[in-house]
């Protein structure tokens, strides 16, 4: 789910504002907002992936993905992420942040055009002479029970000052999916018995593959792909998208 021209336009001018006027450390995370919507499971994402593995059958013989990948929940989140950071009682500059961090749970797989329920909100906050971390979750609901969860966490180079912290007191771990487990046994780690071998790519990005991410993911930010606003917010050259 692309942002739309009005929603884009919004976070690049609260950007500038704090440019002029930054935003107060708060004392308590819970008095940053939250953003909480309904929608459905849609985007440009899960075409092309579905495209990209169209040789890929099913017991049954046909093509049809069936459940959408997690980057394109991943995608669904990243609108709310970013206007929530763009609030002005968020300390840090939306579009000057890097993702230094990602990690995604999927608890029950979500149907494309299923109906789901999007929370978001700000968990850690943190500011020292490297400049202001935060770690924002957004969760994905469907019919009141957890689908997906996420945490992502970004860096503001511009944003350095007196060491402080605050942290969400509520709880954020997920009960582990001994299910699972028990269907498909455990190695001698105790994970999963599947999934386990690795896999190594190389590829090499340009600023072609960068505009084509940020269509279909709708991480418009323009440090990764402009070099000019890429050294406005501190960094020597195009940032890669996390």
Same mark, same amino acid.
Request: hydrophobic share 40%; net charge positive.
């Given at each position: 789910?692309?942002?739309?021209?009005?929603?884009?336009?919004?976070?690049?001018?609260?950007?500038?504002?704090?440019?002029?006027?930054?935003?107060?450390?708060?004392?308590?995370?819970?008095?940053?907002?939250?953003?909480?919507?309904?929608?459905?499971?849609?985007?440009?994402?899960?075409?092309?992936?579905?495209?990209?593995?169209?040789?890929?059958?099913?017991?049954?013989?046909?093509?049809?993905?069936?459940?959408?990948?997690?980057?394109?929940?991943?995608?669904?989140?990243?609108?709310?992420?970013?206007?929530?950071?763009?609030?002005?009682?968020?300390?840090?500059?939306?579009?000057?942040?890097?993702?230094?961090?990602?990690? *995604? %749970?999927?608890?029950?797989?979500?149907?494309?055009?299923?109906? @789901? !329920? /999007?929370?978001?909100?700000? #968990?850690?906050? &943190? $500011?020292?002479?490297?400049?202001?971390?935060?770690?924002?979750?957004?969760?994905?609901?469907?019919?009141?029970?957890?689908?997906?969860?996420?945490?992502?966490?970004?860096?503001?180079?511009?944003?350095?000052?007196?060491?402080?912290?605050?942290?969400?007191?509520?709880?954020?771990?997920?009960?582990?999916?001994?299910?699972?487990?028990?269907?498909?046994?455990?190695?001698?780690?105790?994970?999963?018995?599947?999934?386990?071998?690795?896999?190594?790519?190389?590829?090499?990005?340009?600023?072609?593959?960068?505009?084509? *991410? %940020?269509?279909?993911?709708?991480?418009?930010?323009?440090?990764? @792909? !402009? /070099?000019?606003?890429?050294? #406005?917010?501190? &960094? $020597?050259?195009?940032?890669?998208?996390?």
């Amino acid at each position: 789910m692309a942002m739309n021209r009005r929603a884009l336009a919004g976070v690049l001018g609260a950007s500038v504002r704090k440019m002029v006027r930054k935003a107060p450390f708060p004392p308590d995370i819970a008095l940053l907002p939250t953003s909480s919507a309904d929608m459905r499971v849609e985007g440009d994402l899960h075409e092309f992936l579905a495209a990209k593995t169209a040789d890929r059958k099913d017991d049954s013989g046909t093509e049809e993905i069936t459940y959408v990948a997690p980057a394109v929940l991943h995608a669904l989140c990243f609108p709310s992420i970013l206007t929530l950071l763009a609030r002005k009682e968020v300390p840090v500059q939306p579009l000057g942040l890097v993702a230094l961090h990602h990690e *995604w %749970r999927l608890d029950l797989p979500l149907p494309m055009g299923e109906a @789901v !329920s /999007r929370h978001t909100r700000v #968990v850690e906050l &943190y $500011r020292d002479d490297r400049g202001t971390t935060v770690v924002v979750e957004c969760r994905l609901s469907s019919r009141g029970v957890l689908a997906y969860r996420e945490e992502t966490t970004y860096l503001d180079k511009a944003g350095t000052g007196v060491p402080r912290a605050v942290v969400a007191d509520c709880p954020r771990d997920l009960p582990e999916p001994v299910e699972l487990r028990e269907r498909y046994g455990v190695n001698a780690a105790g994970r999963l018995d599947i999934g386990q071998r690795a896999a190594v790519t190389l590829a090499r990005m340009t600023p072609d593959t960068a505009r084509q *991410w %940020r269509k279909l993911s709708g991480d418009a930010n323009p440090i990764h @792909v !402009s /070099r000019a606003v890429a050294r #406005v917010f501190g &960094y $020597r050259k195009l940032v890669l998208h996390g």
